[in-house]
């Protein structure tokens, strides 16, 4: 995958697949998104991230599997996320999905809509490659990124333990 680009209120993001060498860039994003859900009481990630999480993100770097938004021309990283196209765990028809983990974007973007040109994003990449469906999960408590999820049309599928959480399931049908 060549980078794309998209228009925004911040000017063009760059979607490309983050490389090796910037793992520290998108975990210096999911710890800044980790500090900000802490600051409004959501306990979702660990800030530092544990090395259990760093040596996941750099195994997922290395399956092409996540990725960096930068703005343009400044070429500053303001988001990341993880794209799959399998969650046995999770889902049982894994075949006809993209699945979106980890969005999170700089405290310094938010309020210009950049989780949504995301989804956007991710949702033409997903159909371009054949699926059906755009899939995710949240923490099932914590009502606010459900209804942001529920207002871009992401319908709830259920409610799973994982470990010690519990999720709820999204779909959106491309």
């Known amino acids: 995958m060549h980078p794309a680009t998209t228009n925004s209120a911040l000017g063009t993001l760059v979607f490309d697949r983050a490389h090796k060498d910037e793992l520290n860039v998108v975990m210096e994003i999911l710890d800044e998104a980790a500090v900000w859900l802490s600051a409004k009481g959501i ?72 989780g949504g040109i995301i989804l956007n994003w991710v949702k033409a990449y997903i159909k371009s490659n054949n699926r059906k469906y755009l899939r995710l999960d949240c923490m099932a408590t914590n009502p606010a990124i459900r209804q942001y999820y529920e207002n871009l049309g992401f319908v709830y599928r259920g409610q799973v333990k994982h470990d010690s959480y519990s999720l709820a399931l999204y779909e959106l049908p491309l």
């Open 43 to 114: 306990r979702q990630w660990l800030s530092p991230p544990p090395k259990s999480l760093w040596d996941f993100v750099e195994r997922e770097i290395e399956k092409d599997q996540v990725f960096l938004v930068r703005t343009q021309p400044d070429n500053y990283a303001v988001a990341t996320f993880r794209l799959a196209w399998t969650d046995s765990k999770l889902w049982n028809d894994a075949k006809e999905a993209g699945y979106v983990y980890s969005l999170a974007t700089r405290t310094r973007v938010k309020g210009y809509g950049v």
